[in-house]
């Protein structure tokens, strides 16, 4: 006959100790001339990767007009194995910069190695930390030196305070700029790539102050499925999404069958636009 | 460079056959004068077992009031232990039924052996089949054999593909009224009871015709998530939730922790409101 | 600076009490003219589906002439789908019969419902209790009151301790001759059908006075992985080994993949001699 | 009615081509004087971490009098919290080359950045690649332009095709030296650290040509589980294991929970003979 517990307390005690240490209820990171953690909701869309300056452009300006309020667009691939497209590195970056000139839209790609972080800061407004390098201490501890809001996605297999462990590396350096992002762990289930584990992000806002956003395309696998997941992740108390978008998703490099295509993506945000008033926030 | 691929050509070939055999786009079930899987989003709540006639009727009366549209309330419970408490039976049944005289809900109740099929079926409006039963196949074809409108809730590591061949095992005796309930799938994350796997909903409603609810109790384990996770379900498309509400958290028998009191449930219900609203449904 | 734990501390109390109950180190479960759970090793082998007598009886005489100490063979099968192939049934048990009469091979077979229970006990010496069937309490309670030696398989996503709680289930009402086998958990790993867990093995030992054998044709869903597997599941210190054999394993009914053929049934026993051997056991 | 099919259709294409490229059945690793991947067996021994050179020496010396081949020792430590001990760093380093000067026990010791592999490589015979950083393929690239052999731990839920694609960047470099180790993946079960899953071992064996051990201290997270662990590990056909070892694990700054004690290493090394023996190997 126990009171009923709060979630707090079964935080381990050295990462509760740090929660506490950190004093705040919620954060607020900027980027740009945007707040994530607000109460408007962060739309981050773009292709998996960069493959030329039409695909860029025409992805950027239309995300643009459904109502993206930022450009994502991969540089640096990680991929399973060496032999796949590795992405087009610094092309691609200024590319990225092109389509940050022409739209206005700030821009977020992944840096995967320490010794990039200097060129990736120039081109880029936020850093991403993948999946894989959640990790990865001494590249959390090179970005938490930088001045650069920080995109860290959980690991594919990572436990909440694993993942909110790996953002205390960056936080400790001095670095408060983190936004967390739920991606899809990894289950049993067959049909999807990951299993999109909203109930993380209701988590995440109970024991955590910093913002978190969700990833649906990853975490899916399947365009049909994002803007259903979508939807639910800002229901669940998501801070924003980040999804992937693609001029001709069937022929995009990688990841196509997760790619929303322009009109599909415009059609999502009419929908996100309705779960945004009703849990009060704006998009 | 192919053409992005439908999730039902994953799905294998003989259970896409008995999908296609079926010949429905989408099936409704009705439960007393309440259908699930229209337009009107079903609510079940109730506490975890039924203990007391003074608990079970403050609570069928207050989640009447908060606008609740069935009553759960187990009679019958699997324990993982043979030496918990293991429910009231046909004592409980009958509370049952007297709650429901009263409040006008029909009841959901969960039968747990074949022998008992007809017993909990005099007494219940909906039977429902729980995750550890969701292979037990005597069972399923027993209430195959019946009219009662079924809840078969999806097994703890059950995949999608294996929860529909289980609903072919109702379906295939004549009784059509079979609906789903995403409850929770295991993975590695020790904060959370089990990880509610809300994209099995989206990707339930692109390949079956049958209804899918969604239970947020069990699938967290923390009250203080269900809410959230409750208006993510409405959002990703399901056709209602189950939850376990109970005048007295803190004293339940069984599952208190995630027990939402009576206050809980109506704040929650004014939010669902909302969301129901914004995927253009009523609750 | 603490001392190092016993496992049996992290049990939960209610598990721990009931083990501490049974007052026993090391329970021997005798079947037929064999006893599982002493020195001597039991290696049960047959194939998935009792198929045709000559099928079985192919089979039964060569896996006796290669050392296995009993036979198994389904006859009710539980599938994923009502439109697979279910078994033979009772037609399948008198086979089952014939060729304990031929070789003098005590039977296994599994009993999925509680109806079947007197029938089954009938026509063989072990009852089986399926892995989808481990939380089917009231089949659990009907074969605890036999007289019958029961092979209890752990459910595919079940906690060690959950797989002590079914056992519990059958000891409860008196019957002490429980045989654990561990088949494989579902994890996320695609190339193999389950996740064999012989640290499980190991585990029990340490908590459990129940004896354990080790199913790895279900546990890996491929042939050619079942020999080394089966000797690591020796060396972990299990009591016996559950293969699947057929004389034609391209041409099995289901399981075909990781059946081995009696040739490859009969190589394989040659290793598991050197490796009963080295850990101080016969087989 | 199919012909049995071989695990090596399973996996992509494109590893498929990689494999094939390699062409070579088994690939053996020399580290110091000794052979990975040849008839005689590797048994890595040391501690979690570099903590004294006294904690070292006294490890170093009885390892090795017990039959250990290397001596494993963390200098730099990948911990979940950056407020946990990190290791020693360059002090740990040089004890592990004091060690050696006094046993002549090839060294392995964990590199976790791109700019420490020089460092390390100057004091250890082989450079570990931990779990968490598997996919980090800077670092996979760096090492692969080494001449040092290298130890590939299996990330935490990385599939088989995953790990042997992370081999594949250090190969695709020119370094043929990987030696792979699985180490337990995270599933649900919460009484062992993680799940060792020694069907992978198994399974590398069949698809791949490069030395795999196993890791049973990380694979199960308690002593008392190791020596059947490793015993089972041979027994699968691991080319050796590497367990941890200190004299005090009660005293420990970390992982104490799971390192065997000097005369547990002992008594483990008598046990591992004879299994060695029974599959034709030596130790």
Redesign the interface.
């Known amino acids: 006959?126990?009171?009923?517990?709060?979630?707090r307390t079964?935080?381990s005690p050295?990462?509760q100790l740090?929660i506490k240490h950190q004093n705040r209820d919620s954060t607020r990171v900027r980027v740009g001339g945007f707040e994530i953690g607000g109460n408007h909701l962060v739309v981050i869309a773009g292709p998996c990767s960069v493959e030329s300056r039409e695909q860029l452009l025409e992805t950027a300006r239309s995300v643009k007009e459904s109502g993206a309020s930022m450009l994502r667009g991969g540089a640096f691939k990680?991929r399973?194995?060496?032999?796949?497209f590795q992405g087009h590195g610094v092309e691609a970056l200024k590319l990225l910069q092109e389509a940050k000139a022409e739209t206005g839209l700030p821009i977020v790609t992944e840096v995967?190695?320490?010794?990039d972080v200097g060129l990736v800061e120039r081109y880029s407004d936020m850093l991403q930390i993948g999946a894989?390098?959640m990790?990865?201490?001494?590249?959390l501890k090179r970005v938490g030196k930088t001045s650069s809001p920080i995109l860290l996605k959980r690991g594919?297999?990572a436990?909440?305070?694993?993942f909110l462990?790996a953002a205390?590396?960056i936080l400790?350096e001095g670095n408060w700029r983190v936004v967390l992002c739920e991606r899809g762990?990894?289950?049993?289930?067959?049909?999807?790539r990951f299993?999109?584990?909203?109930?993380?992000?209701?988590?995440l806002?109970?024991i955590s102050h910093l913002p978190i956003i969700v990833d649906p395309s990853h975490?899916?696998g399947?365009?049909?499925?994002v803007p259903?997941?979508a939807?639910?992740?800002?229901?669940?108390?998501s801070d924003g999404i980040i999804v992937e978008v693609h001029p001709h998703?069937?022929?995009a490099l990688s990841d196509?069958?997760q790619s929303l295509s322009i009109d599909e993506f415009r059609l999502m945000m009419q929908?996100l636009r309705?779960?945004a008033?009703?849990?009060g926030r704006t998009i």
Chains 1, 2, 3, 4 share one sequence.
């Open positions: 006959m126990n009171e009923k517990k709060s979630l079964k935080v050295e990462l740090s990680p399973t194995l060496p032999y796949s995967m190695s320490v010794e894989r390098n990790q990865n201490y001494p590249l594919l297999s436990t909440i305070e694993e462990g205390e590396y400790k762990i990894r289950t049993f289930e067959p049909l999807t299993t999109l584990d909203l109930s993380a992000v209701a988590v806002k109970q975490g899916t399947w365009s049909s499925l259903q997941m939807k639910a992740a800002l229901a669940a108390g998703p069937e022929k196509g069958q929908g309705e779960i008033k009703a849990v």
